[in-house]
């Protein structure tokens, strides 16, 4: 079984940025994480999980129309890790920000929570 582990969130002002982490571990083969096309997720309170940014395993970018221009996500095969850096942040940004894969078939992490006071 494969661990997802999510860190890096905070409480930060409006205009603020953060760099959250994302690193799994476990029941993986060789190679296994490079071949996933990875995403980051968030959920605010009273609201459905919903889909940030995703980077496939040749590199390929693609966003939220809410997060376009101030978010960006990029990974570290080597370390099986996946990152969202976090610029411009908005009071509506607060939320709990999960990683995954995008086929699924992981268990969710705990994730990590991001708090914007304005």
């Known amino acids: 079984q494969v661990q997802l582990v999510e860190s890096g969130g905070g409480l930060v002002q409006a205009g603020g940025s953060l760099r959250l982490s994302c690193t799994a571990s476990?029941?993986?083969?060789?190679?296994?994480?490079?071949?996933?096309?990875m995403g980051w997720y968030r959920q605010a309170p009273g609201k459905e999980r919903e889909s940030v940014a995703v980077v496939t395993r040749d590199g390929n970018t693609n966003y939220a129309d809410s997060v376009k221009g101030r978010f960006t996500i990029s990974r570290d095969n080597a370390k099986n890790t996946v990152y969202l850096r976090m610029n411009s942040l908005k009071p509506e940004d607060t939320a709990v920000y999960y990683c995954?894969?995008?086929?699924?078939?992981?268990?969710w992490g705990q994730g990590t929570q991001v708090t914007v006071s304005s």
């Open positions: 995954n894969t995008v086929a699924g078939g992981w268990a």
């Open positions: 476990g029941s993986m083969y060789s190679g296994m994480f490079r071949i996933k096309t």
